[in-house]
């Protein structure tokens, strides 16, 4: 400031200019400071030839700043790694992020919300086992009672939940070879979760050599950095990068590669958050009987899941699904065909015209039933938009309410056309139904749903 005569009206219009060049960042700094650095004024103590200035010293605000908390002292986040079965005993593996658990501690599983009470804490080779947790530390844990929990759930405590969405606003820095674009699908990383994913929206795109600013573009090159809308093909447990790093932070692959990495900025509510909760509230007051899906899974052979087909009119989906049903249950399967027209003139009888045409409403009648008929832990083989809406709403409706139960989307079209979001199989033009069949069966065995080979007779090992 010695340079300029220690002006109020110079440092005033840096100031300005720092300010409005940080925020667009979302930077906020604690502090400007008016300095002289050759003669010492505000470092230190107050300069008599800046008595304009009342803020503190360079020394007085760098005391006030106060050391964040450990990372135990924050909400517990407990990402799943995997879950493992010795003897009698399902352990959940995962590194504790942040906070504490100790043996008796409530757990929510995230975006599953399961329930359970942490029954032990096991380690290896420990005498006595710990009782306890903490951040930094890899742990298993067994429960209470035998819940259903995948990798990529997180633990935390009912009162400190993460969010849970489809959707988020990100910074991403992009190092893929091929341009990031808007649409393709990538993998998302979060944590231990992994799913896929695409670019909503680019809002704006910063030169890293320059800092220039680009917007309206539908490409992110290599060395840029982008502020985007990620949507998930399902929901995803994450926090904001600005409380918890390990949980706010992702990775984007693709073609198996490492390509970008990221920082969630901000939740974006989507259209079904509303179920989301619904289906969290239901879920906590579930009440459980003795046998438990891994009981279920031993004795029928294979994990519940849903078999979801889409289309438009005369495609054959309805035919296909019968035959899906026909085939899991002559290979020895416990499947179900549950047809949206039966729930019209069964469930939704009493409703009027009016009721009947709240296609929200319908769509989350249906998902409830489907929610039931899995959780007996059935193969349930299903048609959607039944209840008015796009298919694409409808099949996520399903999915949001029966999480995390596995959900095959089969789409069908007369002719090759855009293929809705989140589907696993397309089947376009003349429908050959035996071989659409056998794909069927094949992606449910790769997911994991059916433990053998087709035909063969079930010898199911439940592992997770």
């Keep these: 400031m010695d340079l300029v005569g220690y002006r109020q009206d110079v440092f005033a219009g840096i100031e300005k200019e720092y300010r409005e060049f940080l925020g667009q960042f979302k930077a906020v700094p604690q502090q400007i400071i008016p300095v002289s650095a050759k003669l010492g004024d505000n470092i230190a103590n107050r300069s008599e030839q800046m008595s304009w200035y009342s803020g503190p010293t360079v020394l007085d605000a760098l005391s006030a700043f106060r050391k964040e908390p450990g990372r ?124 896929d994913c695409e670019v909503a929206t680019i809002h704006r795109i910063i030169d890293t050599m320059d800092l220039a600013q680009q917007q309206g573009s539908s490409v992110v090159n290599r060395n840029q950095v982008a502020e985007l809308t990620i949507r998930a093909k399902a929901p995803v447990a994450f926090d904001l990068s600005a409380s918890f790093e390990a949980t706010g932070r992702f990775v984007l692959v693709d073609e198996y590669d490492i390509a970008g990495g990221g920082i969630v900025t901000e939740l974006v509510h989507d259209d079904q958050e509303f179920l989301r909760e619904e289906a969290r509230q239901r879920d906590f007051a579930w009440v459980k ?16 899941a849903i078999v979801l087909v889409t289309g438009g009119r005369h495609t054959g989906k309805s035919f296909l699904a019968r035959t899906i049903e026909a085939r899991l249950v002559a290979d020895g399967r416990h ?25 929200t409403e319908m769509a989350r009648r249906y998902g409830e039933v489907a929610r039931l008929l899995v959780d007996t832990g059935l193969i349930v083989v299903s048609t959607t938009n039944p209840f008015g809406m796009a298919y694409v709403e409808a099949a ?69």
């Design 396 to 464: 996520q409706a399903i999915r949001t309410l029966v999480h995390p139960v596995p959900v095959i989307a089969i789409h069908m079209s007369k002719a090759p056309e855009e293929v809705p979001p989140n589907t696993d199989i397309v089947l376009s033009g003349p429908a050959d139904f035996d071989t659409a069949t056998r794909r069927i069966l094949e992606e449910l065995k790769r997911r994991g749903v059916l433990a053998q080979a087709i035909g063969a007779k079930p010898i199911f090992q439940y592992s997770i």
């Design 72 to 195: 135990s002292e924050q909400p517990l986040r407990l990402p799943v790694q995997d879950v493992y079965k010795f003897d009698a005993r399902r352990i959940i593996a995962g590194r504790v992020t942040a906070g504490q658990l100790k043996v008796g501690d409530s757990l929510v599983f995230s975006p599953s919300n399961k329930r359970a009470t942490v029954k032990s804490i096991e380690a290896f080779n420990s005498d006595p086992p710990p009782v306890e947790g903490h951040a930094g530390q890899s742990v298993g844990v067994t429960l209470d009672e035998q819940i259903f929990v995948e990798r990529g759930e997180v633990a935390s405590h009912q009162d400190e939940l993460p969010l849970v969405s489809t959707a988020f606003r990100a910074n991403v820095f992009w190092l893929g070879r091929k341009p990031l674009e808007r649409g393709r699908r990538y993998q998302l990383r979060v944590a231990t979760k992994e799913v």
């Design 335 to 359: 499947a179900y065909l549950l047809d949206g027209g039966n729930l019209r003139r069964g469930l939704d009888a009493d409703l009027s015209e009016g009721e009947r045409g709240q296609a």
């Design 289 to 304: 009987g003795q046998v438990g899906v891994e009981d279920r899974a031993q004795q029928y052979g294979h994990r519940a």
